[in-house]
Nanobody, 114 residues
Framework: QVRLVESGGGLVQAGGSLRLSCAAS????????MAWYRQGTGKQRELVAGITSGGRTSYTDSVKGRFTISRDNAKNTVYLQMNSLKPEDTSVYYCKVATRYDYWGQGTQVTVSS
């Protein structure tokens, strides 16, 4: 059974930092892209950052220079280092792991106070 466990969310003041982690287990196929999405209240889910199996990264414009995505292939874990957080970053953050199928984490709340 595939399981994605996210951690690292919480409440932080504007300008602060958080590091999200997402550990995948039970995956029998090779993992391709790993990514982080977020969904604010009343908003559509949006792609925040992605990283390929070869380590190529991509970011949505609003987080470039502030967020860094990385992965540990030996641990099937993807990370999102978030610095210089802004109130508009407040959302539920979801990880997605793409193999033969797509798997989603349960979401972790990130709240940035002004």
């Amino acid at each position: 059974q595939v399981r994605l466990v996210e951690s690292g969310g919480g409440l932080v003041q504007a300008g602060g930092s958080l590091r999200l982690s997402c550990a995948a287990s039970g995956i029998t196929f090779g993992i391709n892209t790993m990514a982080w999405y977020r969904q604010g209240t009343g908003k559509q889910r949006e792609l925040v950052a992605g990283i390929t199996s070869g380590g190529r990264t991509s970011y949505t414009d609003s987080v470039k220079g502030r967020f860094t995505i990385s992965r540990d292939n030996a641990k099937n874990t993807v990370y999102l280092q978030m610095n210089s957080l802004k109130p508009e970053d407040t959302s539920v953050y979801y990880c997605k792991v793409a193999t033969r199928y797509d798997y989603w984490g349960q979401g972790t709340q990130v709240t940035v106070s002004s």
